[in-house]
């Protein structure tokens, strides 16, 4: 690191020595100053031919960019706010594109069709209201309508009815995992805090919160199709960000403190595996690991298996360690009556516990056991 300062010290150093002797050229008598360094009308047509050329090279490539990589894009949003989220980015990026294509596009043609000639003076305003108020009124009327419109947007996505009954999930973010606690028959998660976590209690849960005892932990999330959910979050360590980028859903995890974020899925991970958007996807990423098959066969090592169907996942959208990249928990949105099946296999907090407590009986057991066989 101090090799690395040092360098690039020296590399400052050597700046400041390069501008301050231009500083001192340009300084010196004009009639000193070498005419190769002003502009000749060869110049300015070459400069305004390049900068034409260049806006052109860069709306071709922009195009390019759009037919080539569109099924990039996520599919159609598989929740029932999603749809107003996708409106709100795409009139925003419509609006951007629609000003950027006007003002870059007449910045390179004004640069080519006004290119400096000798003897030609530009005409200019030096002052003008009208011109003035124009650039001024426009950009507020139309940021001022993406703010109000994103705002009631924004109020509609985080309006959690509690009338609708949402299913309460509780997501657990820590490096580098997910756990997800439901809650249960009462709908009503126990309390808990990192101070309570010890063994099997992983999650910290207030064993002494009566609505914690039908609460479920599990390793991966369940949802009903067309069915409120809204999970509270929770971070162990340090701040992650639990991210569903086909529910169109994204909230920190913050430490010390509980955020929420609500949503209803609307289509079934059986139901978006049937859409042609995902088959073809699918087919695609078989291409590549075929390939790369016959790569690893080609030097002896085992093949990659096809990939079988789409699953939704829960990601962390955070830098949040070494092992950020595979912070991830599966999600299941299934049929409500799929949901219920899985819901009753699932083992309360009081059960899981029960069964850690006899395991720790029966290793204690047998440590004893063991040590008597020794003596």
């Known amino acids: 690191m101090t090799v690395f300062l040092i360098i690039i010290v020296v590399a400052l150093f050597a700046i400041t020595i390069w501008q301050l002797s231009r500083i001192f050229q340009l300084s010196r008598n004009t009639n000193s100053v070498d005419s190769s360094e002003i502009a000749s009308d060869k110049d300015n047509r070459t400069q305004g031919n390049l900068m034409l050329a260049f806006g052109i090279a860069f709306y071709l490539f922009m195009l390019y960019n759009f037919w080539n990589f569109s099924d990039r894009a996520l599919p159609a949003a598989s929740s029932e706010h999603g749809a107003d989220y996708d409106n709100l980015l795409l009139i925003t990026m419509a609006v951007i594109m629609f000003v950027q294509v006007i003002t870059q596009g007449l910045l390179h043609y004004f640069a080519f069709k006004y290119k400096g000639k000798k003897g030609q003076k530009a005409l200019f305003f030096a002052d003008n209201d009208k011109l003035e108020f124009v650039w001024t009124i426009i950009p507020v009327i139309v940021l001022a309508g993406l703010i109000i419109y994103g705002l009631f947007t924004w109020s509609d996505i985080m309006d959690v009815d509690e009338e609708d009954d949402p299913i309460v999930i509780e997501l657990y973010a820590k490096q ?200």
């Open 176 to 375: 580098f995992s997910w756990q997800a606690r439901y809650a249960g028959q009462d709908n009503v998660l126990g309390k808990a805090n990192v101070r309570f976590i010890e063994g099997a209690n992983t999650m910290g849960v207030d064993e002494s919160d009566p609505y914690a005892m039908d609460d479920v932990i599990t390793a991966e999330i369940h949802l009903p199709v067309n069915r409120p959910v809204l999970f509270k979050m929770r971070s162990q360590d340090v701040l992650h960000s639990a991210y569903f980028p086909h529910f169109r859903a994204q909230m920190n995890v913050v430490p010390g403190m509980i955020t929420q974020f609500s949503f209803t899925p609307t289509v079934t991970t059986d139901e978006i595996n049937e859409t042609e958007y995902m088959r073809d996807k699918v087919a695609y990423i078989n291409e590549i690991r075929r390939e790369k098959s016959a790569e690893l066969a080609a030097l002896g090592e085992e093949p990659l298996s096809d990939y079988d169907q789409f699953e939704y996942y829960l990601l962390c959208n955070k830098i949040c360690g070494v092992a950020h990249y595979n912070m991830q928990m599966k999600v299941v949105v299934e049929t409500e009556e799929e949901f219920n099946t899985w819901m009753a296999e699932q083992k309360e907090y009081s059960e899981t516990m029960e069964a850690a407590t006899a395991d720790r009986q029966v290793e204690k057991n047998s440590g004893s056991e063991l040590a008597q066989v020794e003596n």
